[in-house]
C-alpha cells in the first residue's frame, strides 16, 4: 500500500515515508498465505525487495523525472539496513562488507524481476521461485498468484486485481497509478463517509466527526496490517472554492496497537495531526501537466460525485503511523559471543537477522 505518498514534497522525507509503506505491504499476511512466501526472517526481507522493485518501475513510469526520489528511496533501504546491522553488533568493516554484498544483491533481483516481466512464458514464475522462495518448492497455484501480482501492479494501469491482493494493495494501486488527477472511489476503504458534490456547489460547508466503531475498527486494523485500532476520531470539513475545486482539511488521531520490529511484541503508538486534501470534480487541464506531482494541494479526481472523507482518514492513518516501531524494552545490540572478525553475531531469532547472514543472493 504506497498510498498518496506521490502527492507529498519530493526528497528524504517522501523517500522514507515510501520505504515506510514498502515494509508494511510486505507484511501482509496474504503473501505469507496464498502466496506461499515463507514467514520468516528471509521471506519478509526477500519481499521488501520485491516491492521495492514494483515502487522504483513504477515511478519510471508515473513521474516526469525520477531520479532524484529512486535514489533517495535505494538510499533509505540502505541506511536502514546500516542501523539494523550496527544494533546487532556488527563493526565498521563488518556493516561494509554486508552493505556491499546486499548492494549486489539488489541489483540482481532488479534485473531478475525485470528480465521476468519481458522475457518469454514462464520467466517471471522462475525469477520469483529463485529469488522469492529461494531453495523452497511452492505450490504452482502460490507462484501463480504473486506472479499475477506483479503483472497486474506493473501494468500500465496498476489495477493490481489477483488472488493476493489485499485492501491496502488496492490502495496503494489506486493512489499510484494514475498521477495528477487520480480518481478516488468510494466504498473500497474500512471507513466510507461519502459527501455529495452537489451540497458543497450550494455553498454548504460540511463537517463530520468519523468515530470508529468496533467492526471498522477491526476493518482498519486488517487494512493496516497492524495488530489492533483501538480508537479513531477524525473532525473534518469541506467546501468548495473557485474552479470546482474542494477541499477537506480538518484532524485526526488514534490509537493503535502495532508489533515490535525487534521482538514482535505489541507496542501501542499514536497517530495524531492536522488532515488536508484538494479535490477536483473533472479532469485538470492539460496546461495544468507540468504542475509538480509531489505538491500537497495535487488533487484527486473525483467519482461519482462524491468524495469519501472516510477514504481520505485511511490514507492519513496509514501515511502517518509509525513505520519502525518498537518496544521500549527492544535489545539495540544483542550481547553473544564474538565471531572470527571480533563482532558479535546477530541472534537467530532476530526479525532482522537475514541482514547479517553470508549468503549470496540468487540472481
Known sequence: MILSL????????????????????ARQPAFYGAGGVADTEDGRYDLILLHMFLVLERLNRISPDPAKLKQDLFDVLFEDLDLNLREMGFGDEGVRRRIQKMVEGFYGRM??????????????????????????????????????????DSGPGGSGGCGVTCRA??????????????????????????????????????SLTIDADDDERRALADFLGIPEVKSLVARVKLRAEPGRRFVLDGTVAADLVQSCVVTLEPVETHVEGPIRRVYLDTPPDKEDADLDPFDDDAPDLIEGGMIDAGAAVCEYTALEMEPYPRAKDAPAVENTAPNGDGETEAPKNNPFAVLAKLRDLEK
Open 6 to 25: 506521490f502527492k507529498r514534497s519530493s526528497g528524504a522525507k517522501t523517500a522514507r515515508n515510501l520505504y515506510g509503506d514498502v515494509v508494511r505491504q
Open 111 to 152: 534485473t531478475a524481476y525485470r528480465e521476468g516481466l519481458t522475457g518469454g512464458e514462464g520467466a517471471l514464475e522462475g525469477a520469483l521461485r529463485r529469488n522469492l522462495y529461494r531453495n523452497a518448492t511452492p505450490e504452482d497455484a502460490a507462484v501463480a498468484r504473486l506472479a499475477a501480482y506483479v503483472r497486474a
Open 169 to 206: 494493495r488496492r490502495l496503494h494501486c489506486s493512489r499510484m497509478g494514475a498521477g495528477r488527477g487520480r480518481a478516488m472511489t468510494v466504498g473500497t476503504f474500512p471507513l466510507s463517509r461519502p459527501v455529495p458534490v452537489s451540497d458543497l456547489l450550494r455553498g454548504d460547508v460540511v
